[in-house]
Nanobody, 127 residues
Framework: QVQLVDSGGRSVQAGGSLRLSCTSTGRTISFYAVGWFRQAPGKEREFVAAISWNGGRQLYADSVKGRFTISRDNPKNMVFLNLNNLKPEDTALYYC????????????????????WGQGTQVIVSA
C-alpha cells in the first residue's frame, strides 16, 4: 500500500521562500502524475500545481503562477514544490497528491483524479 509523505512546511515571513517535498513508501511515485493541493482555514481544498510522470507537463493555479515551481527527481522518488515570494494568503495546509494509474495525466489529477494523499504539511506566511 502506497503512502505519501510530504514535508518542508514551516512559518516564514512574506516574501520568503520554502521548498516542500513529497516522497512515498510502499510503492514509487516515479511513474505517476503528482500534484500539490492546499487548504486554508475555513476554505475548501484547492489545486496548486501538478506535474506529469516524466516532468514534461506542469500545471499551476493562477494564484501561484510565476511564484511556485513544481519539479521531480524520479530516480530519488521525490517531487518538490518551490514556493517563492510567499504571501500571507498562501498560508494553508499543503497536501501532496498522486495518481494511482500511469495513464492519469497531470491535467486529470488537477481536476481531482487522485489515488493517494499525503498527510499535509503546514505553511504559515506572516505579513
Amino acid at each position: 500500500q502506497v503512502q505519501l509523505v510530504d514535508s518542508g512546511g514551516r512559518s516564514v515571513q512574506a516574501g520568503g521562500s520554502l521548498r516542500l517535498s513529497c516522497t512515498s513508501t510502499g510503492r514509487t511515485i516515479s511513474f505517476y502524475a503528482v500534484g500539490w493541493f492546499r487548504q486554508a482555514p475555513g476554505k475548501e481544498r484547492e489545486f496548486v500545481a501538478a506535474i506529469s510522470w516524466n516532468g514534461g507537463r506542469q500545471l499551476y493555479a493562477d494564484s501561484v503562477k510565476g511564484r511556485f515551481t513544481i519539479s521531480r527527481d524520479n530516480p530519488k522518488n521525490m517531487v518538490f514544490l518551490n514556493l517563492n515570494n510567499l504571501k500571507p494568503e498562501d498560508t494553508a495546509l499543503y497536501y501532496c497528491a498522486a495518481a494511482d494509474e500511469h495513464d492519469v495525466t497531470a491535467d486529470s489529477l488537477a481536476q481531482g483524479s487522485i489515488g493517494n494523499w499525503g498527510q499535509g504539511t503546514q505553511v504559515i506566511v506572516s505579513a
